[in-house]
């Protein structure tokens, strides 16, 4: 069985140790004495973004009420880092502080990193990096999400922006596990960055995005990935509504309400959802918006506080704050709105709670206050400081920290009429994107250039283990019938004659684990078969999917298997009224279609927000390969397409419009890229080849591409068109296809797929 998930020998890492020289001892141990001995306790952290009760909010105490950002004395701030910027949102978990950065920004090995600080001292303790391919986030936007910790095992979790999501051992900084959901699911990463947060719930680390994918499952649709932690094996795949408007990135919450767990997001259609989060199964649904939901709601008891800044579902106004109550379990569970105030645009920006009043800063920084219970608006658009608001608030030893979009910030008191400043000021050249965090009485404020930590000599902070803060739900034993089966693995990858083995967890209504012995029957949908547990692929089956369901009394659950043969490929798509079903991003946006008498893959033109998109035809871990096709674009409104070949996490791209040829690996950072002149015409084929090989041995390997275009009815030329050499190597990924078709339509043919002789 091919896996899903990569070894962490395939990626470059870098780990570099703070205790590496006797100078570096020094230092910490001169930082050391400086540390309040009462922000020393354990477990006080920040393993979420949203903190550990996931509402932006922590039991802390003596925190600094003002700071000045030049650092001296008196000016709280007990160590910066200006290496350490961008929009990511630190967390804090065992005294050790983790962030997503750019690595080697601006050279031909730009990637991405996490970074692991100490937090008492802000020194590096080592740093993972990894490649970024084929995503279109620049690199400015690296960090738009957060790492989250996991406080049984210390590993932290994080996706890329290329949407590769990795484990990483928290104190060595080892890749544990990983897997490039893009080529895999087909999750798509976007130009704005939107990148979505992973959140840990028991024995699962749970993740979402926009997924385009295969078989039943081919429409875009905002999806979530239950995932076993340790091992990155997929438990369960679920989702919200095909079509959704936006790719976002509004962060879940873990809560218990009438005794049933929940994860809360916000999602890509404009809807507030509710998951069981062992099972991934839906629960509720609230549409607020009509396009996608950027901030995170917040939790408070049964009730969902949700803001946002797009058209409301009716009328003309832009932005709401809408008040939930959710309650009911199983399938009976259902949400009802208790209030809403329009023209409240508050899209990025998450509000938190203090005395039953929700607490919220709009994008103009202004503040608004709302009676939690009725809605009552007791601020009205405030002013107070800085006019661009991204970050979320926090809220701690009874302050509100506000960072501002222009490097502004404010510390202020919640009050009886409103609330009062304390301190304010801003920083100079930069702006905060990121959100403030507090940990072991410290705080942490993330600016674009500059990592602060400002703390007093008596802060101090409540130690919080997660896992306390969801609530208490109903004892197993008021719900003892089996209602849902999970068959695992639920996603995975086979040759054919391979097998699986499958086992089946059992839940009742509320999605708990049941221990009972269950009479389990299955159905195989597809070319294999199934004896016990274990299902074999049949052993002519090519490039086609199953479909696996178990059943036990009323209770189903299904998982999919994709078969893929070893290469060499070769797809004609003759007798074929579909694009093959085993490729991920591809039905949806394509099309079978006779062109110049025989059947060709067509690239629709008449999908906006598919038109510029990739598909991806196998495992993620082939390398040294050869891909080839037969391509043709049409011309409309006087623009012609891009047409091209993906190979070991780069493309070949015919671009139409500029009329070159191009080898690239980062689109929308361009850290690696070969360009040439290219004129080609609209309704000719040509013959497209793309080879990807690798030089030397780790860790000096370079990857050599190598690309060479031809009219097809004309002899091969002997030389390569175009030639790259990257020398921070993609070292393996799945095949598969590129083109824009936003413009006019893409035809492809005789698509080939072989080793490298």
Known sequence: MQSLFQTPSLFRKRANWFAGSMQALLIFAIA??????????????????????????????NLAEDWDPDGGEGSNVLWK?????????????????????????????????????????GETLWENQYNVWLSDVPAERIGWSSVVGDQETGNVYV???????????????????????????GMLSTYGGRTNFPIIHEDLVIISGIIINWGEFAKPNHRLLGLDKRTGEI??????????????????????????RQLILGAGDGAIWGFQPRTGKPLWNKQISRRGIYATPLVVGDKVFAAHSEENVSGSSMGAIVAMKVSGTGDETKVEELWRREEVVAGYSEPVFVDGRVYLVDDRCKMWIF????????????????????????????????????????????????????????????????????????????????????????????????????????????????????????????QPG????????????????LDVDADVTFEVQGAGKIEGSTFTANADASHTGVVITAKAGKATGTARIRIVPPLPWKFTFDGM???????????????????????ALVKISTIPKGARSRSWMGPSDLSEYTIAADVRGARDNDKLPDIGLTAHGYVLDLMGQSQQLQIRTWSAQLRMAETINFPWKENTWYRMKFRAEIESEPPASVTVLKGKVWPRDEPEPKEWTITARDESPNLNASPGLYGNAKDAEIYIDNVEVTANE
């Open 235 to 260: 438990v369960w795949f679920s989702g919200t509504r095909d079509l959704p408007y936006d790719t976002t990135y509004s962060a879940p919450s873990l809560v218990t309400i009438d005794g049933q």
């Open 577 to 599: 009224t579909d694009p093959p079903l085993s490729w991920v991003g591809a039905r949806y946006r394509h099309v079978i279609r006779d062109v110049d008498g025989s059947p």
């Open 371 to 494: 009676d939690a219970e009725t809605g009552e608006t007791v601020v009205e658009r405030k002013a107070f400081v800085g006019s661009r608001q991204r970050s979320a608030l926090l809220y701690a030893d009874g302050k509100i920290y506000v960072l501002t979009e222009n490097g502004r910030w404010a510390v202020v008191k919640p009050t009886e009429d409103g609330f009062d400043v304390l301190s304010k000021g801003r920083v100079d050249d930069a702006d905060f994107a990121g959100s403030p965090i507090v940990a072991d009485g410290r705080l942490y404020f993330p600016s674009s250039k500059t990592l602060y930590c400002v703390a007093t000599e008596n802060g101090s902070q409540e130690s919080v283990e997660m896992a306390s803060t969801m609530g208490e739900e109903t004892p197993v034993s008021e719900n003892p019938d089996l209602a849902q089966i999970l068959v695992v693995p639920a996603e995975s990858v086979v």
């Open 498 to 513: 391979e097998s699986v083995q499958l086992s089946t967890r059992f839940f009742n209504r509320l999605g708990q684990p």
């Open 32 to 61: 050391m004495i400086s540390v309040p001995q009462s922000a020393q306790a354990e477990n006080a952290g920040w393993p979420y973004w949203r903190g550990p009760h996931y509402n932006g909010s922590a039991n802390a105490s």
């Open 159 to 185: 996706l890329g922006a290329c949407d590769i999501f990795l484990c990483i051992n928290g104190e060595t900084g080892e890749t544990v596990w990983q897997i490039p959901l893009h080529e895999q699911f």
């Open 81 to 121: 880092r200006d290496d350490i910027g961008g929009p990511c949102t630190p967390i804090v978990m065992n005294e050790r502080l983790y962030t997503i950065q750019r690595a080697l920004p601006g050279t031909s090995r730009e990637s991405e990193k996490v970074v692991c600080l100490d937090a008492k001292t």
